[in-house]
């Protein structure tokens, strides 16, 4: 038998402009919601990948939908991670923070149901080659629907190590749990993630193949390389470290 290192592996995907409408909102937490959008353009949506991302174009409140891919990619814009979807149904569902200001926090707080959005993408996809003996998985809100999506990929049984660094609002905010999953919730203002992931040393690493994934805000990044790929020396290719978002 040959042993296939896991490694995660980028494939192209056609891009299309999808217009749909806000079906739903639940909240999760005060500061994290879930939103459904729906519409026929979202029949056959895919994202096969757990970390895939697409861009939601969001229509400024009081103006009508732009009739036309050109026009709805004028209007502001921010990437997502679709984390559930119903390609036969036509729909996708996307948590996200609301952590106050900026168009795509705002409308995910306040668009009224029935608001109009585009979904553009995912353009590639991140798949995963051969199976992991665990993983690593970290990083912010933003991070948690591809965290829960590598999570639920996991053939069962293999180990997770999970830092989560989130607000103190969003400190009990949905995160799977079994009994091979490890989960470390830091809570902003008192812990920090990357200081935790500074703390971490050689003999914390996990044991056999494992693939990493760790995104937050961008200052974030250099103490993840530093752990993954120098004190831990995995392989970069088992490695995805992305900035999400920048602090002013
Ligand atoms: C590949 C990818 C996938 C992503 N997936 C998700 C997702 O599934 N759910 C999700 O909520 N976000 C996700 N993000 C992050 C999201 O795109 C950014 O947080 C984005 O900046 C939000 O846009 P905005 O309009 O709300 O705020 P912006 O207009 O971009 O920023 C306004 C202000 O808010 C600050 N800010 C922006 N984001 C945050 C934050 N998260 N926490 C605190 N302050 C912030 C900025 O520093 C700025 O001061 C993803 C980003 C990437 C690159």
């Known amino acids: 038998m040959t042993l296939v ?24 937490t005060s500061r994290y919601v879930r939103l459904r959008l729906e519409g026929d353009a979202l029949r056959g949506f895919t994202a096969p990948g757990a970390n895939d991302h697409v861009r939601l174009f969001f229509v400024p409140a009081g103006q009508d939908a732009p009739a036309t891919p050109e026009t ?35 409308w995910a707080a306040s668009a009224p149901l029935g608001s109009a959005v585009a979904v553009a993408g995912p353009r590639r996809s991140s798949l995963v080659t051969a199976e992991p003996d665990a993983w690593f ?3 912010d809100e933003t991070a948690l629907p591809a965290i829960t999506r590598f999570l639920r ?27 091979h999953t490890f989960v470390t919730v830091l809570v902003r203002g008192t812990d920090d993630l990357a200081l935790a992931l500074s703390a971490l040393a ?42 999400y978002w920048r602090r002013d």
């Open 202 to 243: 050689e003999r914390d690493r996990p044991h056999g193949a494992v693939l990493a994934f760790v995104a937050a805000a961008a200052d974030v990044l250099p103490a993840a390389r530093a752990l993954l790929l120098q004190r831990w020396e995995l392989p970069a290719e088992a490695v995805i470290v992305k900035g």
């Open 5 to 28: 290192t896991p490694l995660f592996e980028t494939v192209p995907l056609e891009t299309a402009l999808r217009p749909a409408v806000l079906s739903s909102r639940e909240w999760l």
């Open 72 to 106: 709805w990619r004028e209007l502001p814009s921010r990437e997502y991670t679709p984390l559930n979807a119903d390609p036969d149904a036509g729909w996708v569902e996307f948590d996200f923070v609301l952590h106050g200001e900026g168009p795509g926090s705002t």
């Open 153 to 179: 990929s996991r053939r069962p049984g293999t180990p997770a190590r999970v830092i989560l660094e989130v607000a103190p609002e969003n400190e009990l905010v949905p995160i799977p749990s079994d009994p």
């Open 137 to 139: 998985l970290a990083g």
